[in-house]
């Protein structure tokens, strides 16, 4: 039946399983009443492929707009926080 998940370094969609993948260091902005923002990595998953965050303060994290469906987990702190 093909595999059940795919570890994969550019995000795709594969056409068997769920593909886990890096590359674009997910993350949202948050934004507050006074203007303040926050930038804060994610987990962000889709049907089909579900992208990791990155952790290194030598990365520049790429700001997501979820789309309906999509699941992002926001982390903060030492929390992973459901969004």
């Known amino acids: 039946p093909g595999p059940r ?3 994969n370094h550019e ?3 594969p056409a068997v399983g769920y593909a886990l993948t890096g590359h674009l260091h997910p993350a949202v902005q948050l934004t507050g009443k006074g203007r303040q923002s926050l ?3 994610c987990f962000w998953f889709g049907a089909k492929c579900g992208v990791l965050p990155a952790f290194s303060a030598f990365v520049d ?4 707009r979820p789309r309906q469906g999509e ?3 926001v982390v ?4 992973v926080i459901a969004m």
């Open 5 to 7: 998940w795919v570890l």
């Open 11 to 13: 995000p795709h969609e």
């Open 39 to 41: 930038k804060l990595p």
């Open 61 to 64: 994290h790429g700001t997501i």
């Open 71 to 73: 699941q992002i987990f």
């Open 76 to 79: 903060a702190d030492d929390r």
